[in-house]
């Protein structure tokens, strides 16, 4: 597979996750809705980190080990910044239902939908750096 047709694919995979995280928000399930968006937005970066880089994305789901191995840290506002630290806790998926109690805690319609829309600014942000 060329470098192209990977950079596509991890996009492509990317915004099916925002997809079913906008379903998930939509059936009230933010907790849910926030992971899918943490995950949307890691392979939007792993995507980018494909483009700019000759090696493979590393095995994390650190957002900022990814935009600092990729160069884009440097590059991030404020606010883009308090967006990826707000996305830290996001990251469920094998953690214990005491961690995603409270996580699920924190949320509510309003932050899913802000969450929701962060994601896709900064993954449509991530694509004009390309």
């Keep these: 597979m060329t470098q192209e047709n990977q950079v596509k694919q991890w996009f492509e995979i990317a915004e099916q996750d925002l997809q079913v995280a906008e379903l998930t928000h939509k059936n009230g399930y933010w ?3 926030a992971f899918l968006c943490h995950q949307a937005l890691e392979k939007a970066l ?3 980190w494909t483009d700019v880089n000759e090696d493979i994305p590393p095995y994390t789901h650190s957002h ?3 935009m600092e191995g990729c ?3 440097d590059k991030l506002t404020d606010e883009q910044l ?3 630290a ?3 806790p996001m990251y469920i998926e094998a953690r214990y239902p005491s961690y995603k109690q409270k996580v699920a805690g924190t949320l509510n319609e309003q932050i899913s939908q802000h969450i929701l829309d962060e994601t896709k600014q900064m993954i449509q942000w991530i694509k004009e750096q390309l």
């Design 31 to 33: 907790l849910y809705a």
């Design 46 to 48: 792993k995507g980018y």
């Design 64 to 66: 900022a080990k990814l």
């Design 71 to 73: 160069g884009l840290m």
């Design 82 to 84: 308090k967006f990826v």
């Design 86 to 88: 707000m996305m830290i």
